[in-house]
Nanobody
Framework: QVQLVESGGGLVQAGGSLRLSCSASGRIFGIIDMGWYRQAPGKQRELVAQITGGGMTKYGDSVKGRFTISRENAKNTVYLAMNSLKPEDTAVYYC????????????????WGQGTQVTVSS
């Protein structure tokens, strides 16, 4: 079974930095796109950043210039470097892969991690 596992969340002061990691486990042949989303209390889940297998990136407007998404394809891992954090960045951050090619010719669609809490204090 394919799973996404996030790590790296925590409590940080405003202006600080954190780095999130998300690794895919299981027998995986390939992952095309990977991304990070976040959900704050009482708000809808929103896109933070996406990255294609070729390294093309897309960011939500609120994080442009502060966050950087990257990936290591050989490790099926995606990272999110978060700098100049603000209290409004406080949320649960989720890793997502829209499509994973798994062993046995299986396709796993819209796979989500369990989420990691990021709290930014003012």
């Amino acid at each position: 079974q394919v799973q996404l596992v996030e790590s790296g969340g925590g409590l940080v002061q405003a202006g600080g930095s954190l780095r999130l990691s998300c690794s895919a486990s299981g027998r995986i042949f390939g992952i095309i796109d990977m991304g990070w989303y976040r959900q704050a209390p009482g708000k809808q889940r929103e896109l933070v950043a996406q990255i294609t297998g070729g390294g093309m990136t897309k960011y939500g407007d609120s994080v442009k210039g502060r966050f950087t998404i990257s990936r290591e394809n050989a490790k099926n891992t995606v990272y999110l470097a978060m700098n100049s954090l603000k209290p409004e960045d406080t949320a649960v951050y989720y890793c997502n892969a829209p499509l994973i090619f798994a062993a046995g010719g299986r396709f796993e669609y819209d796979v989500w991690g369990q989420g990691t809490q990021v709290t930014v204090s003012s």
